[in-house]
């Protein structure tokens, strides 16, 4: 069953009433050992997920679960401190939701994080990547059921979900940075579990460069209401199978923390050179 349109416009009059006039240019998602970024925002409003009506709480480890409207280099911000994931227990509309009621309250353009498996056996763990395309073999969709012309028409192109204008700055970017910066295609999978090696194998042959639990819906959903995407993973380890260990939740974490530094030039010299 479809989320009525209705609930999205009480969860953006709620937030309004927090911000004051203030509307947001860019909405940032900043994934699993990244939300340090909306620490740093300017004249910040927080508001905790559980606060806003119809928002969903936010469990992974890592995330802090609010958003933070204000200024981050000079561009009105609104930075989701955290996720909601399919894999803990929501379909896929309540996960791409915020970006649906960021949308309604003036975000046009959306930067979407993530941390992820390197599939590609060419990349390393600490790598970031620019995500150029995305592979979803899992079925459900955000915009399965009635559509909300409010957002966009019933049959969205999927051609351009990751903006190449805004693809083509970040390059111009991280180069004149000194910043490495792969390109690659985001594969999802639904999570929990991590990949199985043989599901490894077959991302690669499928054209797959990186996997992760994430990111597939909100960026749906935000091409669908009109908005630019730009979107970076950051390489926290070798996939499944690649090396000869198990998977940790530790390491992606500890990924984040020892990219901070780079991750967080790239994204804020994005921010300064959006139109």
């Given at each position: 069953m479809s989320v009525p349109f209705s609930c999205y416009r009480e969860s953006a009059e709620y937030i309004r009433e927090k911000i004051g006039g203030f509307s947001p240019q860019v909405a940032m998602v900043l994934g699993s050992g990244l939300g340090?970024?909306?620490?740093?925002?300017?004249?910040?409003?927080?508001?905790?997920?559980?606060?806003?009506?119809?928002?969903?709480?936010?469990?992974?480890p890592g995330h802090k679960g609010r958003l933070v409207f204000g200024m981050l280099c000079s561009r009105r911000v609104a930075v989701m401190q955290g996720r909601?994931?399919?894999?803990?227990?929501?379909?896929?509309?309540?996960?791409?939701?915020?970006?649906?009621?960021?949308?309604?309250?003036?975000?046009?353009?959306?930067?979407?994080?993530?941390a992820a498996g390197a599939v590609n056996t060419a990349f390393r763990p600490g790598d970031l990547m620019l995500?150029?395309?995305?592979?979803?073999?899992?079925?459900?969709?955000?915009?399965?059921g009635e559509n909300l012309p409010e957002f966009g028409v019933r049959f969205p192109d999927a051609s351009y979900l990751y903006s190449p204008e805004l693809a083509d700055m970040a390059k111009?970017?991280?180069?004149?940075?000194?910043?490495?910066?792969?390109?690659?295609?985001?594969?999802?999978?639904p999570g929990p579990q991590y990949e199985t090696p043989a599901e490894i194998r077959a991302a690669r042959v499928l054209g797959a460069d990186a996997v992760g639990m994430s990111t597939?819906?909100?960026?749906?959903?935000?091409?669908?209401?009109?908005?630019?995407?730009?979107?970076?993973?950051?390489?926290?380890?070798?996939?499944?199978?690649?090396?000869?260990?198990?998977?940790?939740e530790e390491e992606v974490l500890a990924a984040g923390e020892a990219s901070k530094e780079k991750f967080s030039k790239l994204v804020m010299e994005c921010l300064k050179r959006l139109p």
């Open positions: 340090w970024l909306g620490d740093i925002v300017e004249e910040p409003v927080s508001i905790p997920y559980g606060e806003i009506p119809h928002f969903k709480a936010s469990t992974a909601m994931h399919y894999y803990e227990g929501y379909d896929p509309e309540e996960t791409a939701f915020p970006i649906r009621v960021l949308r309604l309250l003036g975000a046009d353009t959306l930067i979407v994080t993530n995500i150029t395309d995305h592979i979803k073999l899992f079925g459900d969709s955000p915009l399965r111009t970017a991280a180069a004149e940075l000194g910043i490495p910066l792969r390109t690659g295609t985001y594969m999802f999978f597939v819906f909100e960026v749906l959903a935000a091409s669908h209401c009109g908005m630019s995407v730009l979107g970076f993973t950051l390489l926290s380890n070798m996939a499944a199978g690649i090396l000869d260990r198990k998977l940790t």
